[in-house]
Each structure stands twice: as structure tokens, then as C-alpha cells.
């Protein structure tokens, strides 16, 4: 099982926020990173570190922390948010060694 | 452009073993760790783990471990995961994805590779 819990599914209408969260006792010292992935391809980083956005990955997404717990919102949902939302972190121990949260289904309405 | 291309689909009989390589272009190949992810169908992502092609040194995830080696061939800028004593369960998607660091120690995948179906079936 996996050391990072997300919510299994959420819905937002269409151009309002919705936040998917990350549990996790890594979550305390260290950042996660957020991965969108559409069916059928790879994923696509949306969010690193504290709140960074790579080149191309609009401004509609955002990350913060807080505890164990780590967050992305999406501001103005748009129909092409719909997709699986993955946290990244360091697993439990610490070492270089890395884990995938279970992944959030997020539906725009 | 940074581009990952990785090898295309395999089918192995359980116990055997499968490689996957992963030709990096578009940046210096020493300069990145590769990680490998697998996905089965319908399932979540898995970190399976880390090379540094510079050092060749390595990372697996505990559950890998004794029969996951990643090694590479700086020569031709690629990279390689070979997974052993297959068994049904292995049936996914495998990626490769470079690894970078930010200024915060935060260790992320900026790019991915198209992904590698390996089917274990007898």
C-alpha cells in the first residue's frame, strides 16, 4: 500500500476550484510534486517543490502544505482538467527512495 | 527538446526476465538521474526507482529489490531497467522519466518517456 492517501475521486463544475489533498508522514519534511495523467499517456508534471509550475502548465494550478498534508488546486476548472492527479514525495525512510500517492480522478462537470 | 523514447512492447513467460532501454536526447545525459515508474492497467503509478548515469550508482524501491538492475550506456545516451522472475503481476506500463533537483532539495520528473507495455502471460 502506499505510503501517500488521496482521495479516490472528486468533482468541481466547470470554472470553480477544487483542492486535492496528499497524506502523508513525508509530507512533513519534504514537498510533494503533482502529475496530471490523461488516459492513454504519460504523465505530465504540474507542480514541484514549494509551488513551482514548469514552463507551459498554467497558472490555474497552485500547491501548498500544511503538516502531513500537501495540496493542488485548480482555480477556474476547465474542461480539459479532467484527468488522474498523482503526489510524488519521499517515502518513509528518508533515503533517496520515492513514492507515488494512490491518485485522484478529478471530473469537471 | 528533451525527448525520452523508450523501447517497444514485450511479452515474457513468467520467470523470465525483460529489458526496456530508454534513449535520452535534447540534454546532457550525465547530467539527470532516470527513474523508472510502472503502471499497471487501471491502477496507480509505482516508483520502482533511480539511476544516476554519471556514477551508474542506483536506488530501488524495497519490494524491487534482488531482481530490478538499471544500468546505462553513456556512449548512446540510453538507458536501461531489467526486471527478473517475471510473473503476472509485472503486466503494466513501464516509463522512464529524467529526474531533477530544485533549489528546495525537491527531487521531481520533468520528463517522461512514452511508456512500454510488458505482458507476463504463459
Known amino acids: 500500500s502506499s505510503e501517500l492517501t488521496q482521495d479516490p475521486a472528486v468533482s468541481v463544475a466547470l470554472g470553480q476550484t477544487v483542492r486535492i489533498t496528499c497524506q502523508g508522514d513525508?509530507?512533513?519534511?519534504?514537498?510533494a510534486n503533482w502529475y496530471q495523467q490523461k488516459p492513454g499517456q504519460a504523465p505530465v508534471l504540474v507542480i514541484y517543490?514549494?509551488?513551482n509550475r514548469p514552463s507551459g502548465i498554467p497558472d490555474r494550478f497552485s500547491g501548498s502544505s500544511s503538516g502531513n498534508t500537501a495540496s493542488l488546486t485548480i482555480t477556474g476548472a476547465q474542461a480539459e482538467d479532467e484527468a488522474d492527479y498523482y503526489c510524488n514525495s519521499r517515502d518513509s525512510s528518508g533515503n533517496h527512495l520515492y513514492v507515488f500517492g494512490t491518485g485522484t480522478k478529478v471530473t469537471v462537470l | 527538446q528533451v525527448l525520452l523514447v523508450q523501447s517497444g512492447a514485450e511479452v515474457r513467460k513468467p520467470g523470465a526476465s525483460v529489458k526496456v532501454s530508454c534513449k535520452a536526447s535534447?540534454?546532457?545525459?550525465?547530467?539527470?538521474?532516470i527513474n523508472w515508474v510502472r503502471q499497471a492497467t487501471g491502477q496507480g503509478l509505482e516508483w520502482m526507482g533511480w539511476?544516476?548515469?554519471?556514477?551508474?550508482?542506483?536506488g530501488f524501491a524495497q519490494r524491487f529489490q534482488g531482481r530490478l538492475t538499471m544500468t546505462r550506456n553513456i556512449s548512446i545516451g540510453t538507458a536501461y531497467m531489467e526486471l527478473s522472475s517475471l510473473r503476472s503481476e509485472d503486466t503494466a506500463v513501464y516509463y522512464c522519466?529524467?529526474?531533477?533537483?530544485?533549489?528546495?532539495?525537491?527531487?521531481?520528473?520533468?520528463?517522461w518517456g512514452q511508456g512500454t507495455l510488458v505482458t507476463v502471460s504463459s
Open positions: 535534447g540534454y546532457t545525459f550525465t547530467s539527470y538521474d
Open positions: 513525508s509530507l512533513r519534511t519534504y514537498y
Open positions: 517543490g514549494k509551488n
Open positions: 539511476m544516476n548515469p554519471n556514477s551508474g550508482s542506483t
Open positions: 522519466a529524467r529526474a531533477a533537483w530544485d533549489d528546495s532539495g525537491s527531487y521531481y520528473n520533468d520528463y
